[in-house]
């Protein structure tokens, strides 16, 4: 949540900035700000709402410089305000700072020691500001305590390192931070703590973000700071320090995505072109993984012997929202092709509870960005316990990747729009795959194997496939645009499937809907039901489809319209709904990946038609870096 970007090199800095930030608008979009020191001042200019507002604010500002920072917000502490808005400054004006996370202590610190600084924001993060400025002051006068505000100017013969170093050893919470100061424009202080920051390395320029989507275009050559470090960039080179001035050594490293894969390619949204761009990023997960000849995958990142993988006799599989629907499909299959009990948890109840967990505890970390607050958390806590603890996650360096000690990129790309499709399908083959594996170590024949591996070589074809059902999705969407509810319904590996296609309609259209197993309907939610509320339903062709009939009948009888997901060929499908959408077929455990898709669609139609903002959908930001 938050966005951060900062430049320091021979360009321009304020283009580079708000393409950066625009890249980042799905961290966060509240308000934006800019900072750029030029010709010895510092010029900040901040407005509430999107990027857009911002950028049309700037154009009529002149705003030189080779220097920068930027920073888009998801509000925590203090209202949408300009005021509110980073970046901050301190009270002369001179320092100032963008901040991603939260200062548990900021009132704490504000009535204890910096008494006298006068504060203008409602944020806790403006704290940082008169902090560093404290401790500046300090490093100019050394013995200055209790630490007071500067009066008049200061000169520039303060530590500005120094003085973020002691400021972040008062603070308690997190923070992904950058600090410029008026007096040092050759001087860019970045420094982390559980929110994500990247230094990207180019020929005499530097940039910092919050990912590296807003450095693409100028470096793939980044560097991942990690908890409780602190860097010192100037236009000539950076130097990694701990929080007691310590150096860390670390290389660069090349990372392989690039900047087209996180432009839009001429469609309206993000979301539109992530959907289509899945029959492409699910061969990315796949390749060099099957092997066709042992009918198995084999997922090298996990780092598990065989002996350690056959040690293994629990999995749990801990994610957030969408993340934990695919988690749900990698229950059934490690259940089903491994034999080993699985359970799926919500990141944010699993950390608060007292789990029990030991060395035959396998547990998989999934999430697309790596850096949500709670999973991170969860994760640290099965550590602890000493379970194996494996990531599936996309952004290549998060702290998911990071933190796990072995696992698997599941090769997406850059996810832009708030609304996660692409890293879904990606997430459930590759779970699915290491279902595979254990599987074949433990009770799944070759020939069983060998099936699962031709399914997913003709997946990506079938997913083409399941994305020509667009128009007719469109229609469908034309005809139930009224609708102010729906429910979905699904069963065993369709249930999840259901889940998804609900919280995709609920994050982009704003409509109500909700998601039940088929079998639970009679229990309380068939209620709901009546002309006004429709109902779609995944009723393809695979072990519970008599089960999932019957549940529509049931459906039928109390008059709620039904749209249907069906196999292709299935004519009992017409008779029994108002609207069919039919899919290719496919094993039953790959149905997901195939039958997530129209809903996809579904909720991406109903968002265009209501004149919603598909991409950055109120109240939400795609990365949840606080609890
Ligand atoms: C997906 O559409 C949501 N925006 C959200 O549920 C998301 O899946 C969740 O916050 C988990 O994010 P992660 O995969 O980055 O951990």
Not at 39 to 44: A, F, S, V
Not at 52 to 79: M, Y
Not at 453 to 478: G, H
Request: glycine fraction near 8%.
């Amino acid at each position: 949540m938050c966005g951060i970007v900062g430049y320091i090199g021979n360009k321009e800095a304020l283009p580079i900035l708000v393409k950066g930030l625009r890249r980042l608008e799905y961290r966060g979009y509240d308000s934006a700000g800019v900072a750029v020191a030029h010709g010895g001042n510092i010029k900040r200019v901040r407005a509430v709402g999107k990027i857009d507002n911002l950028a049309d604010k700037l154009q009529s500002e002149k705003v030189p410089g080779t220097f920068g920072i930027a920073h888009t917000r998801w509000a925590t502490h203090g209202g949408v305000t300009e005021e509110n808005a980073h970046p901050h400054s301190d009270c002369t004006g001179k320092i100032i700072v963008a901040h991603n996370g939260i200062i548990e202590n900021y009132r704490e610190l504000q009535h204890n020691l910096l008494v006298g600084h006068t504060f203008v924001s409602k944020t806790d993060t403006e704290i940082l500001a008169h902090l560093i400025e404290a401790f500046y002051q300090d490093s100019v006068k050394p013995a200055n305590t209790p630490l007071p505000p500067s009066e008049g100017g200061m000169a520039a013969t303060g530590d500005l390192r120094t003085a973020v170093e002691k400021a972040l050893r008062k603070v308690r919470g997190t923070y992904g931070l950058v600090v410029m100061h008026q007096d040092h424009p050759d001087t860019l202080i970045a420094a982390r703590l559980g929110s994500p920051l990247v230094i990207g390395v180019g020929d005499h320029e530097y940039f910092v973000a919050s990912d590296t989507s807003p450095m693409l275009a100028y470096t793939q050559q980044v560097v991942f700071l990690d908890d409780g470090e602190l860097a010192e960039i100037t236009p000539n080179g950076f130097q990694i320090y701990n929080l007691h001035s310590q150096r860390v050594h670390k290389q660069s490293e090349q990372i392989d995505w690039n900047e087209s894969e996180a432009e839009k390619n001429g469609l309206p949204h993000f979301m539109l072109k992530e959907i289509f761009d899945q029959p492409t990023v699910i061969k990315d997960a796949l390749r060099g993984r099957l092997v066709e000849d042992d009918g198995t995958a084999h997922l090298g990142g996990l780092n598990m012997g065989e002996v350690e993988m056959r040690s293994v006799n629990r999995v749990i599989l801990i994610a957030c929202g969408t993340a934990s629907y695919a988690a749900m499909v990698g229950k059934y299959a490690f259940e089903r092709l491994a034999g080993i009990p699985t359970e799926v948890e919500v990141a944010s109840e699993f950390r608060y509870r007292d789990p029990i967990l030991d060395n035959h505890t396998l547990v998989f970390g999934i999430s697309q960005s790596g850096e949500t607050a709670d999973t991170i958390a969860a994760l640290r806590e099965a550590k602890r316990k000493g379970a194996f603890v494996r990531g599936v996650v996309n952004v290549i360096g998060s702290t998911i990747a990071r933190e796990t000690d072995g696992g698997t990129y599941i090769h997406a790309g850059p996810e832009m729009a708030v609304a996660s499709t692409k890293a879904y399908t990606n997430m459930i083959a590759v779970l699915v795959m290491y279902a595979l594996q254990f599987g074949r170590l433990r009770r799944v024949t070759v020939a069983t194997g060998e099936r699962l591996v031709k399914a997913f070589r003709e997946i990506s074809v079938k997913m083409e496939q399941a994305l020509q059902t667009s128009d007719k999705v469109k229609q469908i969407v034309e005809k139930y645009q009224g609708h102010k509810n729906f429910l979905f319904l699904g069963r065993g590996v369709n249930f999840p499937v259901a889940l998804e296609g609900s919280l995709k309609l609920k994050e982009i259209t704003y409509i109500h809907s909700e998601a039940y197993p088929g079998g639970e309907m009679k229990h309380g939610p068939i209620a709901l039901l009546s002309p006004e509320f429709p109902v779609v339903a995944i009723m393809t062709k695979n072990q519970l489809y008599d089960k999932m009939r019957s549940n529509i009948e049931e459906i039928r009888a109390r008059k709620a319209p039904i749209i249907l997901i069906a196999t292709e060929g299935d004519e009992a499908a017409k008779e029994l709904a108002d609207d069919v959408i039919y899919v290719p077929p496919t094993m039953e455990l790959l149905e997901p990946i195939i039958n997530t898709i129209p809903l996809q669609l579904f909720a991406y139609h109903m968002a265009v038609l209501l004149g919603k903002d598909v991409d950055r959908p109120r109240n939400l930001a795609k990365s949840v870096t606080v609890e």
